[in-house]
T-cell receptor, first 113, second 113 residues
Framework: GDSVTQMEGPVTLSEEAFLTINCTYT??????LFWYVQYPGEGLQLLLK?????DKGSNKGFEATYRKETTSFHLEKGSVQVSDSAVYFC????????????FGTGTRLLVSP | EAQVTQNPRYLITVTGKKLTVTCSQN?????MSWYRQDPGLGLRQIYY???????DKGDVPEGYKVSRKEKRNFPLILESPSPNQTSLYFC????????????FGPGTRLTVL
């Protein structure tokens, strides 16, 4: 079935380090792909999205590229800040033309000064 | 301010005592959804609604009910809560369309004793 797999956390980095959080998805249909972020005590917020192969989503210094050949949508940021500490969720639509989201299990990022 | 509101934010109850968690959005969105978030499992969809009077089961609907009598409201009802329904619950809404951002409420932390 449709699923999303994320790397286990927590990911612990020092400020200004390079960040990669891996995400792969099952190759059924032509899903839209998303990264959501959850700050402590809050609901999820959309960070970025990509709707077709080779699209790159970007926001707040974060980027992810929709790679159909590797079924991946890895999240990257060149220089993390303490304020980036949060839980990051990768998600896909269940199938093309269908709105339901399937989420990964989330990856906690901890950035220290 | 565009937002999704949930009430209550925190609730401790006992097994079998019926409860309702309210969800309301002010963005005139057609699509609304309930999720539960559990450690190691990410977010799982409970129920969703494509529009007024149109609801359908998600991945984990057992023990829950919903209704959509008005476009802005989508309450989640637990007729006879059990301890395995202890979780963090999120309501979300969006415009219809697979690439549209889902807006999340702040969450309701429910404990069933």
């Amino acid at each position: 079935g449709d699923s999303v797999t994320q790397m286990e956390g927590p990911v612990t980095l020092s400020e200004e380090a390079f960040l990669t959080i891996n995400c792969t998805y099952t190759a059924t249909g032509y899903p839209s792909l998303f990264w959501y972020v959850q700050y402590p005590g809050e609901g999820l917020q959309l960070l970025l999205k990509a709707t077709k192969a080779d699209d790159k989503g970007s926001n707040k210094g974060f980027e992810a590229t929709y790679r159909k050949e590797t079924t991946s949508f890895h999240l990257e940021k060149g220089s993390v800040q303490v304020s980036d500490s949060a839980v990051y969720f990768c998600a896909r639509t269940k199938r093309a033309g269908f709105q339901k989201l399937v989420f990964g299990t989330g990856t906690r990022l901890l950035v220290s000064p | 301010e565009a937002q999704v509101t949930q009430n209550p934010r925190y609730l401790i109850t006992v097994t079998g005592k019926k409860l309702t968690v309210t969800c309301s959005q002010n963005m005139n969105h057609e699509y609304m959804s309930w999720y539960r978030q559990d450690p190691g499992l990410g977010l799982r969809q409970i129920y969703y609604s494509m529009n007024v009077e149109v609801t359908d089961k998600g991945d984990v609907p057992e023990g829950y009910k919903v209704s959509r009598k008005e476009k802005r409201n989508f309450p989640l009802i637990l007729e006879s809560p059990s301890p395995n329904q202890t979780s963090l619950y999120f309501c979300a809404s969006s415009e219809t369309g697979t690439s549209n951002e889902q807006f999340f409420g702040p969450g309701t932390r429910l404990t069933v004793l």
